[in-house]
């Protein structure tokens, strides 16, 4: 790209980190010791300012940079994507929301929490709560390198390493020093400029083709060298019947995943009510619908505009489709309108990853802090604490201390987990951001989506069942990713030298979404500790009317 571009773009990035820095500076001025301070914002936030603050967590890397490359790529099967995740977000507003909202605290483990007993629930929830926040962040430093690395041209991987390393340091600074207060207003604000950046683009799409949705989908197909196959099933899941269960298996991870993401379950908690709660995901689901709608416009406009090679060409994974589709709506290269609209769609993109990586990254250090931490070094708390949260324990002595430690070790937390998810970032740097995402929602789906319903719905259920419902769903997801094509055995595998690949998917949502309702019920049915229909009968009141709600 020409210094113009690179001037013009790292000018609007520098712009958005200082704006975003200068929030979080001002909320830190603001008392952040106590937990609800720091893990919730103080519950302050309107149906709105929340509804927009979830759309900003959701709408990710994955979903700007990932979708629209993989419908360039790949036409209609690219969209199953588009599509999983919109739906998705039916089951969070039928069975989640409201019902968390009543039952929770700070995360999901207090949901299950509120009815077995704790530590071993804690420790399970909270693993499986990091392992699902990793995933999801490696996807985001992936999309940030690829759009560094258009960006710079494309030689430079020391500085596309040191991108993925500095998007690690600023997402530390957002959370331990704002919390969930700095969080939210940077996912609003990103929110606001990435729909405002996603309209603009479908228009220019359309403009350029006189309305005629059509002409564009005719124009991708053309330009797409597989002809009118683009516009069919089957071009990425229609080489044989291993493709085919991938197709099932990816769209089960997306439909069920997104009721088990850490970070989106903790939005949540940071409004006063229930009901503010499902009027949040009635705003989300009005902004993302719209957002994602457009991803399909962008993905077909990029195939139909630049051509399917050249995104190939750029990046393997089609990552840098919606920047090239700027660039060329613009005018192209060289002129003043292709390198303007090129340096926006770039500096909202790296927007929408700093937005989402501090969200995911609070949501991963509460756990460790609020279940893990809390729970080796509290062994004594009981579930009737939980159950009773608005019961403070303030004439306790170390009713204080105890919640400022936990602060403290979230900070700490958030250093440890971005140092990972860097390391993490640099060694995935060549996978598809979105394809990324849908490990994450696969390893939500198998690990905290069956304890999470179980706990809602299930008379029954005990606390043996829950433990073995998330190791369960856990350690099959992980395990089959690790032994898939995705890190051996392919050409775009992360280590593509070496074979040990021996689960043929992709994507492991078939087997291991099963495999953690299933390990649920096994757990329970064997279990020798009754569950306790008194606790069942308060959290099924609390869940369904919000009496005793925190």
């Known amino acids: 790209m020409s210094g113009d571009h690179q001037t013009l773009a790292l000018l609007l990035f520098s712009a958005f980190v200082a704006v975003t820095l200068g929030i979080t500076t001002w909320v830190s001025r603001h008392r952040q010791g106590s937990a609800e301070e ?37 036409g209609y099967d690219g969209m199953l994507y588009s599509v999983g995740f919109l739906v998705a977000w039916l089951v969070v507003l039928l069975l989640v929301a409201e019902l968390v909202r009543n039952c929770g605290r700070f995360t999901l483990a207090d949901v299950v929490a509120a009815r077995m007993r704790e530590r071993p629930v804690r420790i399970a929830a909270g693993t499986s709560s990091v392992a699902v926040s990793v995933l999801y962040l490696v996807a985001q430093m992936v999309g940030a390198g690829s759009l560094v ?69 005719n124009a991708a197909a053309e330009r797409s060298g597989h002809g009118d196959e683009f516009l069919l099933p089957g071009l990425a899941y229609g080489g044989g019947w291993t493709a085919r269960f991938d197709f099932i298996s990816l769209g089960l991870a997306l439909v069920l995943g997104t009721a088990g993401l850490p970070h989106i379950l903790s939005r949540f908690y940071t409004v006063p009510t229930a009901r503010a709660a499902r009027r949040s995901v009635v705003w989300s689901i009005g902004l993302i619908g719209g957002f994602y709608l457009m991803t399909i416009v962008l993905g077909f406009g990029a195939a139909a505009v630049v051509g399917t090679d050249e995104v190939r060409a750029s990046s393997a994974a089609g990552n840098t489709a919606v920047p090239l589709l700027a660039l060329d709506l613009g005018g192209g290269a060289g002129s003043t309108g292709g390198t303007v609209l090129f340096a926006v769609v770039a500096a909202v993109a790296f927007a929408t990853i700093l937005a989402v990586v501090a969200g995911i990254t609070l949501a991963s250090s509460a756990s460790v802090a609020h279940d893990l931490y809390a729970s080796l070094k509290r062994p004594h708390r009981n579930a009737h604490r939980n159950t009773h949260a608005n019961s403070r324990t303030d004439t306790h002595p170390n ?50 989506l069956p304890v999470l319903l179980y706990s809602l719905f299930w008379r029954n259920f005990t606390t043996r069942g829950a433990v073995w419902s998330v190791y369960g769903g856990l350690v099959p997801a992980v395990l089959l990713v690790v032994f898939s094509p995705v890190v051996s055995g392919s050409p775009e595998a992360i280590f593509p030298g070496v074979d040990f690949h021996v689960f043929p998917l992709q994507n492991p949502g078939l087997v291991s979404i099963p495999l953690g ?30 009496a005793g709600a925190v």
């Open 399 to 448: 009713s204080r201390a105890e919640p400022r430690s936990e602060v403290a070790v979230a900070r700490f937390a958030a250093a440890g987990i971005g140092a990972v998810a860097i390391a993490l970032g640099l060694l995935a740097r060549d996978l598809n951001v979105a394809f990324l995402v849908g490990l994450a929602f696969a390893v939500a789906a198998s690990a905290n």
């Open 517 to 546: 309702f299933l390990a649920g019920w096994i757990g329970t049915v064997r279990s020798t500790e009754p569950a306790d229909e008194a606790k069942h009968a308060e959290s099924e009141v609390r869940s369904l009317t919000g």
């Open 38 to 74: 720091f893990y919730t914002g103080g519950r302050l936030f309107s149906p709105m300012e929340n509804g927009f603050a979830i759309a900003g967590d959701y709408m990710s890397a994955a979903s700007f940079l990932g979708i629209s490359g993989l419908i360039a790529l790949f």
């Open 149 to 217: 690395a258009l960006l710079l041209g494309g030689t430079s991987e020391a500085a596309r390493s040191w991108t993925v390393i500095g998007v690690g340091a600023l997402m530390v600074v957002y959370v331990t020093l704002g919390g969930m207060r700095a969080t939210t207003w940077i996912q609003i604000v990103k929110a606001v400029l990435l729909m405002a950046g996603t309209v603009a683009l479908t228009v220019l799409v359309l403009l350029r083709f006189h309305g005629d949705f059509n002409a564009l989908l």
